[in-house]
Structures are given as structure tokens and as C-alpha cells.
């Protein structure tokens, strides 16, 4: 008896030289295999790419080995001592203002940065022409020197040497701003950078108590300094100061926004790609089947002279996995070309160096899901071919009408499944979505599959038509070995996900473009001084008499506890971290707010004086698992304090107007300095009217920042947009796979097209009615998986509109018809390319082999 590896070895020299006929029809098999490897592969050597680069440049990112930041306060001297005798140490304010022309005729929102002369610490401040630190901000002429980018000039009409005001001094633009070595760590913003000094900042009055200027302290310690030193230096200063109030962020954490948010997107791709994979599975299987198919006298041979069926499988699954192999390595050669090409385009979108190079876990992650899933879906028809008689072989009968294959055989595609969904889950940065996407594939594969079902079953009790061609594409349908199921399976996946994305996108630009700016205020005013609220309210009753003007005193604060626990220590939500993560605007109110609706709990007395209480957003503390009663503890202006949650409160953050995570009673901050916000909404206000509200406001208040909601809303709509377009680029690699499985489902049921099309011809069936029926029945199988796809992504879009971005949704007509469209081009278009081959067979030849 042959030995398990003598058997092996035998296998595999015949799968050798059944291979060097070459690797006719696995063509789509390569083509699927190779596109799913290579999206897993690309997109997370390119996360892994841009994290190497954040990782590498920490220190200029940063700006430091460790930053200390502070929020409408400066260190005092006993703070400052600490830093300055840890290390170098240089100082920096950032805070959003308003520059405008020496004359006041136009006027433009910038994000404000002053530093001193020790910035930067890490880095190089690039700027055209080149000056030096002194030439660059020094005071000449009764003029601050600045610096800024193309966007600021462009926008007030300004040249190099031009002169602006800021708050009540006069700056002038000396260089355009190329690089900020340290732009990545300060996070996004809404508006052009303008560079200063910190002597500037303090001469244009800007900073004064309760302005949100937000302070920064950039440490750079000796030469060499480890991470363990990091550490150090930071428990001292959380030991040192323990109400100090300040986020501290260390050189291997530079930049934790822009890495979190690769991390969601690469997910995102990886998961998509995936998906590209899964849906390349079903072409592994019709690839394999027809493959199976046409090897009907060689297996009829083999198990002629004597082979076991075991044997037969090994032969042809050591052929499958040498094909796979070639896919799995041209997936691989593109995904290793992937960050090389993307570190030039991505250097325009992020300031971060690409690390370009390879990288063996991102490539060893493509691999593992390109095998799982080859075996997966190659499985089930090697089963199949083991256990078919070499009579039925000859006599041409095929493997469709065999049952399902030995338990055996299930079992192992059930383990690999499931190894599969594993490897997905904990792989992911956030397994809870991976959660979700496993358990919507399996559900999208059984639906699909029963949708699949239900055509068929339709097909077969539809009425018998007089329509010779209607009559042969409905039998087509729900015949013996149907091409429904592929169909179904990959058309009904790939176009699930442009719908889903499609709807997700429409709902998000409608929303920007013409729900919020319906709801949305006017125009938001930050850094009102209260000793100018009242002169500031008659001015916007004399500028615009028709709007509402809504003002309420403001602070940052940061929460530091939950209950009473440092909130460093808790395991929060992802849901709800963005809470705890960075400052926050607080405010009080005596009475419960008009816009206030509250969920639980009660509002205090107008005059209450007990201890400090707190209202709460109610989804934002349900996310955080907070309930009435629950202690908050916020520290504002380098001081703790603790208030009792009294109430949640529904807010509507969708409507764009003022909105607290935290409202206060009053006492909570009794006496502490602070400024106010404020909100005008006029309806009738034309884009004139807004104008000469902004230069009114601007002249009379250069120290009150003014933000035009359109403009910002303008921005975000942009990033929606390229977001949305990079979105459904990757998604379009799914519908590229479903394509390719499309046609090769066609071309696994040619053999079977080609003998009913040789036998009608026969009958008397013109080539003008087989084309007819074919069309037909593509045209029926396109419209219903189109159906389908419209209800899936429709729920789907839906879900993630309404429950997890909490928006309303709108079905859309124009993606409907879209989708109905494309699956019917695709489909029919497809079909009848393999149809035409299939009816240019001469009938003699075919009538021999029957």
C-alpha cells in the first residue's frame, strides 16, 4: 500500500504535467485572487508605510521629545521651572482670529500661531524667501513680521510685504509659509495658518482672560533620551502638578489623530478588499468546477486504472493551490509596488514622509486571506469530483448532479470559513466593525443565496408564454446547473456595496448641502469679552434687525475623571472617547435651555447654590455608561472640579447651533474669567448682508473671532467629497471582482450553452432566437439582482446613516436607476460577449460528443 507521502508526491507529479498544457481558463481565477491580495497587501503596507514615517519623524512632528499643552491659561513660574529644568524648552499659543486689510475692507478667518525664538526645537521652518528667525517676525517699521501660506494671500489679495492687522497690530507678510514641521500635531484646521511671534501675539491684544488661546510647551531633552526617560519625566509632572490641567503627548505619539484615522481607513479598505476577495471566491469556484468539467476523461482515466478518489482530489487540489500561488504572488509583486507609488501622491494630502519599503506582516496578512479563501471556495467542487463514478464521467454526465460533497469536506470548508472570519476580526483596529462585516457577508451570502432560490423558483411556476425566446430564458433560468446562483451571488454583492456607499455619500452631501445650512446659524462669534456682550448685542441689532442673536458664556475644560476615576484608567467605548479626548467647551445655565430636552433627571433651581451639577448629552454618557448621580470631574483654568450629574438632555449636534457635551449650574464657576460664544441666524440675510455683518463685526471687535458657518460648511462638503470619492474607488475594486466572477460564471456554463445551443440550432431554433433568449434571460437575472441590491444597500445605508451617524436619511431615485442600469449593462453586455462565441460552434463536432 502506497505511503501518504509516496501518494503526495505522486500527486504532485501529475499536477505538474497536467499543468504544462499551461493555465487555460483560471484566467479569471489568477485575475481574482491576484486583485484581492493585492488591495489587503497595498493598503495596509501603505498604513504601515505612513505609521513608520509618523514613528521616524516623532520628534519634528511634535515639535519636541514631549509637548505640554495648556488651555486659556499660561505655566506659571513653579510649572515653567519643572520644564526648563528637565530640558530645552520652547513656547508657542495657537488660537483662531480674524486678519484683515489695514484698510478693513476685507477680512479673512486665520488660525493664529505665535512661537518664540527657540522654534522650532525638531525640524525645519521652510519658507519662501528663506529668512531667518529674526528677519522672519521681528518688529520694523511699526510692523510685526509673519509668515503665511499661499491660501491667505490668495484669498485677501495679498503679495509678500503686504500689510495686515490682527487683533490691534499691524503684521506684515514677509514670506509665504511652505513647511511647518510641526502642522501634523496641532490637528486639522478650518483656516490658513498665520505664522507670528509671541511678542506679536501679546501686542495685537488678542490674549487676554477667557480668550480660547490654547498654550504649548515643546520640551527637548538630552541627546539619546529613551522612552523610559519619556516616561519618567511625564509621571513626574502628572506627580508634581496633579490639577495642572495639561495634555501631555510624547515623540512616539506624535501625531495620534492622523494615525487613528489610518488606522479606520485602512481598515476600512483592507475590509473592502476582503470583500473583493470573498467575492473572487465564487470565481475560484466556477473557475475550478468548469475546470473539473473539462477534465472528465482524465479523471474517468485515473479512477479507470485504479486510483482512489482521494488520490483524484489531491492531484487537483496541489493544482489549485499551484494556481493560487501564482495569483497569491502577482497580488503580492503589486502590493509591494503599492507604497512606492503612493509616497509621492500621499505627500501632497498628508505632510508625513512615507516610509516606502516592504513589509512582510501586511504582505503575510494578504497571503493567509488569499489562501483561506481560495480554499474555501475550492473545496466543496474537489469534493464533488472525488466521489463521482468514472461511468458517469464517461458518460459525460458532469458534477452538477451530484449531491453535496462528504462531511468531511464540509467540515473543512466550515473550519476555513471560520478561520477566515477570525483572522478578519482579530486582524482588525476595530474589531467591533469586523464583527459586523463577517456577520453582514455571511448574511449577504445566505440572502443572496436564497434570493437566488426564490428566482429560480419563480422562473419554474411562471406562466408559459407564446414568446419562444421569453419561454427559453425563463427555462434557462431554473434549469439543471443554472448559472442563477454565480450570478446572483457576484453581481448581488458587488452592487450591494456601491449602493450602500453610494446612498451613504448622497446623504452626507444633502445633509451638509442643504439640511444643515437650513438649521444652521448664520454666522458663530468666539472670544466675546464680557465686559463688550452688551456693546457687542446692540451691534448686531443695529446690523441685522431680523436675526437672532443667541449668547451663552464660555470655558474649556478637560474631563480628567468619571466617578472618580482618572479616566486614563477606564476602559471607555470607542463611541465615546472622543469625549475624555482633548478640551472641551463647558458652559452654565440658571434655567433649562429652550433647545434642551431633557431624557432623565431634572433641571436645578434658577438660584441654586448646592453643590456643582452638571446636565449631560445623553447618548454621549450612555456611550460612556454614565447615569444620574454619577460624578463628572473637569479640570478648567488649572483647577479640579467635581460636579453630580442632575439630568441628560437630548442634543441635536445635527443642527449646527450651540451645543454642550456639559452645561453647569451656575455656582460651578463662580468668579472664574471667561468669554462668550454666540450664534446670529437671519433667513432673509443675503450673502451681501453677511459680508458687511463680518466687516461691521471685525472693525468694531478685532478680537472676536467671526465664522462664516457657509464657508465652513464648504470645506467640509470638499472633504466629503474627495472622502467619498476615494471611498467609492475602493469600492469599485469589489465590483471589478464581481465582473470578473461574472464572466466567469459565463464561461463555466459555456460547455452546457454550447450543446443547447448545438441542439435548437438542430431543432430549428435561428441564431436571431438563441440570442434573443440569452439576452432575455441575462436581462431578467440583472433586473433581479439589481432589486436586491437596491433593498440590501438601501437597510444598509440606511443603519449606518440614522443609527450610527444619527442623521436622517433620504432613499435616492437617481441610484436606483443607476444601479439598475449598471447591472443590466453589465449582465447582458457581458452575457451576450460569451453568447456569440457559443453560437459560432459548428454543430457536427459537438453532436459526436453527445
Known sequence: MMTMSRQLALAFRFALREMRGGLSGFAIFLACIALGVAAIGGVNSVARSISDGVAAQGQPLLGGDLRFRLNQREANDTELGFLQAAGDVSRSASMRSMARLTDSSDQA??????????????GTLETQPALAHEELFSESAGAFGAAAPDLLFERLGLKVGDRIMLGNATFELRAVLVSEPDAVSEGFGFAPRLLVSLEGLHASGLVVTGSLVEHSYKLKLEPGASDARLAQVEAQARTAFPEAGWSIRNRSNAAPALSANIERFSQFLTLVGLTSLVVGGVGVANAVRAYLDGKRGVIASFKSLGASGRFVFTVYLVQTLLIAAIGIAAGLVLAVLMPFAASGALQAVIPVPAEAGIYPAALGLATAFGLLVT????????GRARDVPATALFRELGFEARGRPRFVYLAATAVIALSLAALAIFTAHDRRIAVTFVGAA?????????????????????????STSLRLAVGNIHRPGALTPSVVLALGLGLTLLV??????????????DSLPEKAPNFFFVDI??????????LIAREAPQGTL???PMLRGRVTALNGTDVRELDIPPAGAWVLRGDRGLTYEAEQPRNASLTSGSWWQADYTGEPLVSFSAKEGEELGLAVGDTVTVNVLGRNVTARIANFRQVQWETLGINFVMVFSPNTFAGAPHSWLATLSDDTATVADDARILNAVTRAFPAVTTVRVKDALDIVNQLVGELGTAIRAAAGVALISSVLVLAGALAAGNRARIHDAVVLKTLGATRRTLISAFALEYMLLGLATAVFALAAGGVAAWYVVTQIMTLPSQFSVEVALGTIVLALVLTVGIGLVGTWRVLGHKAAPVLRDL
Open 109 to 122: 478667518l486665520v488660525e493664529v500661531k505665535a512661537v518664540d525664538d527657540a522654534y522650532p526645537l525638531y
Open 375 to 382: 480554499l474555501a471556495f475550492a473545496l466543496m467542487p474537489l
Open 442 to 466: 455571511v448574511l449577504s451570502f445566505l440572502v443572496l443565496r436564497l434570493v437566488a432560490w426564490l428566482v429560480q423558483w419563480l422562473a419554474r411556476r411562471a406562466p408559459r408564454v407564446r
Open 500 to 513: 450602500t456607499l453610494a446612498l451613504i455619500d448622497g446623504n452626507l452631501r444633502r445633509q451638509i448641502s
Open 529 to 538: 469679552q464680557a465686559a463688550d456682550v452688551d456693546t457687542f448685542s446692540t
Open 550 to 552: 443667541v449668547k451663552v
